[in-house]
Structures are given as C-alpha cells and as structure tokens.
C-alpha cells in the first residue's frame, strides 16, 4: 500500500459471499460431530433458565414411524413463527448478541446437521400457538424442508398447534421449545446411536 494513504476510520466495501450453499455446506460439514449433544443441552439450559416458573429440560425419546427419536425439551420463553424461522439461520440468534467472545449463533445447529440430515424438528410454542421448521439435508444442501401446511400449500414452516393436540402430550398453555432429532436415515434409533456410528 505503499503511496496509498490507509486510515483507521476509511470506509469498506463489506465483503459477500459468492457461493453461499458451499460456505454453508462446509461450515456445517466440517464441525465435529461429537459437539451436538453438548450444543443441544447447553441451549436447552439457556433457555429454560429464562422461564419465570417450572424451569425444566427433558432429554427422552419420541417414536417417529415406530423408530425412537431423541427429544430435547425445555421449558423456556417460546418462539413465534417469525423468531423460529429466523434462528434457523446460520450465525443467527435469539435474545443473545453474536460476537466473537461470546454467541456465534451456529453452534447447535452446525453440530447437529452432519448427524441429522434425514431432519431435525424445531417445535416452539409461544402464546398457545405452536410453529415448527424442520432443518435438514437434501439433494446436498442443507435447509428448511418444504412440507404442507394445514391448507395443503407448500410450506417451510407450519403452524404445528393441531398436531400436537392431535398427538397428545403437549401443554399448550405454557411456552416450550422442543427438538426431535431424526438422525441420517428415517430407520436410524438415535437414542442408542446418535451419531451413526
């Protein structure tokens, strides 16, 4: 830069990312697999350190088509359709300011997807209302899953409160996120086998 005079205060053309679908593809390819667990269950503490009453986290396991699912549950504030969809982002949060030191807004979603590209089911209910995305890998890219709303439409995030009257189980009168790990294959038993071997 010689002859070029450099200021800390000279304004900078940020820069973009061309290839968006391989960042994102190698961000999440390239963390180890053995994080997720960790990553899962410290948000689930977050957040259910945030309730005002009954602060709880679960681990158990749901059936998904006869096959046991792990589930991590916790009793924290819930996420509205908007909050849900936007923390399925990468390098996205909610309530929690990303830094460098501090929240990257990755973590449990960048640990969870290499072993979960079959889906991972966020569901969260706020305000009696139950929204729900599921994240997962497809055709080599990793997103939100395309599935049918109530109106049969085409849809990457759903209002899931029917269903979970439907199945049973759920508390609607109180705020809760959930998340179902479907692992890599519709057959795999990720509670005895989380990470596919």
């Not at 990553?39 to 689930?44: G, K, T």
Request: proline share 3%; with cysteine.
């Amino acid at each position: 830069l010689a002859g070029v005079p450099v200021s800390n205060h000279a304004p900078v053309a940020a820069l973009r990312v061309a290839n968006e679908a391989f960042l994102v593809s190698s961000t999440i390819d390239r963390c180890p697999k053995t994080m997720m667990i960790r990553e899962l269950v410290v948000n689930a503490i977050e957040a259910a350190a945030q309730a005002t009453t009954d602060k709880r986290v679960d681990i158990t396991s749901i059936n998904i088509d006869d096959i046991p699912k792990l589930c991590i549950r916790n009793t924290g504030r819930g996420m509205s359709a908007v909050e849900l969809d936007r923390i399925c982002d990468l390098a996205s949060s909610l309530y929690k300011q990303n830094s460098l030191d501090a929240n990257f807004g990755m973590g449990a979603k960048v640990a969870s997807l290499p072993s979960n590209k079959h889906g991972l089911r966020y569901r969260s209910c706020k305000d009696g209302t139950v929204s729900q995305v599921i994240l997962c890998q497809r055709d080599g890219v990793y997103g939100r899953l395309r599935v049918r709303d109530a109106n049969g439409q085409q849809a990457e995030l759903i209002d899931a409160t029917e269903t979970c009257r439907t199945e049973g189980g759920y508390d609607l009168t109180h705020d809760w996120t959930e998340v179902v790990l479907f692992g890599n294959a519709a057959s795999q038993n990720n509670v005895t086998d989380p990470y596919a071997g």
